[in-house]
């Protein structure tokens, strides 16, 4: 059952270390420390993306920072209580990791495949350009009655399918994790640049 699970939420990542390891949480004795990723694009601008780490696979107590990693995983949410609300923060969930060479062009540095259920209706919109754009919120299962939400975008074709999904719906999808800065309003006179996470989807399919 619970490979089962591990399938319908793989992470293939490679990327160069852009942080020092800050400690996240504990679990039975088990120390989590998130360091970020950064990770390129074909267009040669970087995604920046949250890596959530074990003691266990990696000495969190030295500088790695400039080396390059490829990474197997999942990714994760989970809820952060903050200012009377719940944000929903993204990291990926490292289960295999190997320190290797400069990132090597031959290798796809940044794949995702999820398996999992609509919980919104999709939110579907055009740019002023004309460009279909469809958001989706993907739950994924994981062991013990647990989920993850993904934040997924769809374009063009992609975009006008996914407009039609019911919430309930099941879904295989495929893309890359992107990272996208944005400005927060806190208040009337407070803002603070934050960062979102998203799946950028390349193909998907209704599975039902």
């Known amino acids: 059952?619970?490979?089962k699970i591990i399938e319908n939420n793989q992470v293939s990542i490679m990327g160069k270390i852009a942080s020092g390891f800050t400690f996240s949480h504990q679990v039975y004795g088990e120390g989590f420390y998130l360091v970020d990723l950064l990770v390129k694009r074909l267009s040669d601008s970087e995604d920046r993306i949250p890596l959530m780490v074990s003691e266990r696979l990696v000495d969190v107590t030295q500088d790695y920072e400039g080396e390059y990693i490829m990474v197997q995983g999942q990714f994760r949410s989970y809820n952060r209580h903050e200012e009377k609300k719940n944000r929903l923060v993204l990291s990926v969930f490292v289960r295999e990791l190997s320190f290797v060479?400069?990132?090597?062009?031959?290798?796809k540095t940044n794949q995702i495949f999820l398996d999992g259920y609509i919980c919104k209706p999709p939110v579907y919109r055009k740019?002023?350009?004309?460009?279909?754009?469809?958001?989706?919120?993907?739950?994924v299962n994981r062991p013990y009655g647990k989920s993850d939400y993904i934040p997924c975008i769809c374009w063009g074709r992609n975009a006008r399918y996914a407009s039609a999904f019911e919430v309930g719906?099941?879904?295989?999808?495929?893309?890359?994790i992107q990272s996208r800065e944005y400005i927060k309003k806190l208040n009337e006179n407070q803002t603070e640049k934050r960062t979102a996470y998203e799946v950028s989807v390349s193909k998907l399919e209704y599975a039902d």
């Open 1 to 3: 059952m619970a490979d």
């Open 127 to 139: 740019t002023p350009l004309g460009r279909e754009i469809a958001d989706l919120l993907l739950a």
């Open 169 to 176: 719906g099941h879904v295989l999808l495929w893309g890359r």
């Open 101 to 107: 060479e400069e990132a090597d062009d031959s290798i």
